[in-house]
T-cell receptor
Framework: AQSVTQLGSHVSVSEGALVLLRCNYSSSVPPYLFWYVQYPNQGLQLLLK??????LVKGINGFEAEFKKSETSFHLTKPSAHMSDAAEYFCAVSPNNAGNMLTFGGGTRLMVKP | DAMVIQNPRYQVTQFGKPVTLSCSQT?????MYWYQQKSSQAPKLLFH???????NEADTPDNFQSRRPNTSFCFLDIRSPGLGDAAMYLC??????????????FGPGTRLTVT
């Protein structure tokens, strides 16, 4: 079984500040990990994913995340927030032997202040 | 561009009146999913098709049904919508074939209002 915990349902940062969205997972098998972004009244868009290989993965819009097995974490970061980053962010885990079934975290709403 | 398309984007139906939401994909993916997402919540998987094989989540109400007539199309039927079924409904696809990219690709969603 797998689960995902996103710490902080709401995160507020100033424009230009560091963005850090936290994600911890549990999985009984090696996981695939994903971050999705959702803008209002839109579907989910993949930001980045970790499957195998390099543990620091870079995604779209300047975001990156690091898979830390020892901490069971996959936190999402961006060095400098932009107003257009305001959205809902979902972390998700998929067991690597389960045909792409996703378990989502509860989501974090990112607000960016001017 | 290859994509997942959902129609309509906004649907209003009356309490108890059957409604069908549609999803199509040009990605030729063999798996299609339907999620329900209520306000400020994560998407909740209702069911998925692996090719023609239908897989229902244990807690999906019987009121929700699905059809996949071919690879490209998938439909969500709500037989008797209640007020609690008002939500965003998301369709997604993925490929589990060799060389698949593992992630799910989402459509823009259909927002269902029940009056």
């Amino acid at each position: 079984a797998q689960s995902v915990t996103q710490l902080g349902s709401h995160v507020s940062v100033s424009e230009g500040a560091l963005v850090l969205l936290r994600c911890n997972y549990s999985s009984s098998v090696p996981p695939y990990l994903f971050w999705y972004v959702q803008y209002p009244n839109q579907g989910l868009q993949l930001l980045l994913k970790y499957t195998t290989g390099a543990t620091l993965v870079k995604g779209i819009n300047g975001f990156e995340a690091e898979f830390k097995k020892s901490e069971t974490s996959f936190h999402l970061t961006k060095p400098s927030a932009h107003m257009s980053d305001a959205a809902e962010y979902f972390c998700a885990v998929s067991p690597n032997n389960a045909g792409n079934m996703l378990t989502f975290g509860g989501g974090t709403r990112l607000m960016v202040k001017p | 561009d290859a994509m997942v398309i959902q129609n309509p984007r906004y649907q209003v139906t009356q309490f108890g009146k059957p409604v069908t939401l549609s999803c199509s994909q040009t990605l030729n993916h063999n798996v299609m999913y339907w999620y329900q997402q209520k306000s400020s919540q994560a998407p909740k998987l209702l069911f998925h098709y692996y090719d023609k094989d239908f897989n229902n989540e244990a807690d999906t109400p019987d009121n929700f049904q699905s059809r996949r007539p071919n690879t490209s199309f998938c439909f969500l039927d709500i037989r008797s919508p209640g007020l609690g079924d008002a939500a965003m409904y998301l369709c997604a696809t993925s490929s589990v074939l060799a060389g698949g990219r593992y992630e799910q690709y989402f459509g823009p969603g259909t927002r269902l209002t029940v009056t």
